[in-house]
């Protein structure tokens, strides 16, 4: 079975800093996707990065990154120069394939404080 | 870019009535999904589809719930009798899976209120 673990339930940043989301996960699948999604309080899934597990190199988009530990199943979201329009839950997400279902951690419900 | 689109946004019912969430993926989609999120809690697998049929459903989908494709744009979730711990936001997506690099696209969302 697969499984994901965000043991931060709630965090805060103040604005421009930089904040990592932790998240770790299970499976015993060799190739996987994995996910950060946001729901701002709209309620709208937002991707904001996605890692496929055979790449070695960390997704990066704009001020978000990932540091993607294959080894110890650890998958962090770092957001860098953090904006009011951060704050949200975030969801880390596994998938076996690009098309399978995805499984959803707990979420971490972030602040940003200006 | 594209959306997937849901109608209603608000549903309200009594409990024991019959409810329809419609959805209209992304027009050259193949896989669809339905996903819900009780209020604050995370969000829930509930059934994938594909080639006309599911393709995988989780233990929530019980006998009361079914999907169907009725058209090639609708894509529909039915509640048979529903309960109050129906209660829910109900999202659904849809992907392409292009070699690999398809992205999942979500639904604004239906919130479903059982009274």
């Known amino acids: 079975a697969q499984t994901v673990t965000q043991s931060q339930p709630e965090m805060s940043v103040q604005e421009a800093e930089t904040v990592t989301l932790s998240c770790t996960y299970d499976?015993?699948?060799?190739?996987?996707?994995l996910f950060w999604y946001k729901q701002p309080p709209s309620r709208q899934m937002i991707l904001v990065i996605r890692q496929e597990a055979y790449k070695q190199q960390n997704a990066t988009e704009n001020r978000f990154s990932v540091n993607f530990q294959k080894a110890a199943k650890s998958f962090s979201l770092k957001i860098s120069d953090s904006q009011l329009g951060d704050t949200a839950m975030y969801f880390c997400?596994?998938?076996?394939?690009?098309?399978?279902?995805?499984?959803f951690g707990p979420g971490t419900s972030l602040s940003v404080i200006p | 870019e594209p959306e997937v689109t849901q109608t209603p946004s608000h549903q309200v019912t009594q409990m024991g009535q019959e409810v329809i969430l419609r959805c209209v993926p992304i027009s050259n989609h193949l896989y669809f999904y339905w996903y819900r999120q009780i209020l604050g809690q995370k969000v829930e697998f509930l059934v994938s589809f594909y080639n006309n049929e599911i393709s995988e459903k989780s233990e929530i989908f019980d006998d009361q719930f079914s999907v169907e494709r009725p058209d090639g744009s609708n894509f529909t979730l039915k509640i048979r009798s529903t309960k109050l711990e129906d209660s829910a936001m109900y999202f659904c997506?849809?992907?392409?899976?292009?070699?690999?690099?398809?992205?999942?696209?979500f639904g604004s969302g239906t919130q479903l209120s059982v009274l």
């Open positions: 997400a596994l998938s076996k394939t690009s098309y399978d279902k995805v499984i």
């Open positions: 499976t015993s699948e060799s190739n996987y996707y």
């Open positions: 997506a849809s992907t392409d899976w292009t070699g690999g690099r398809g992205k999942l696209f």
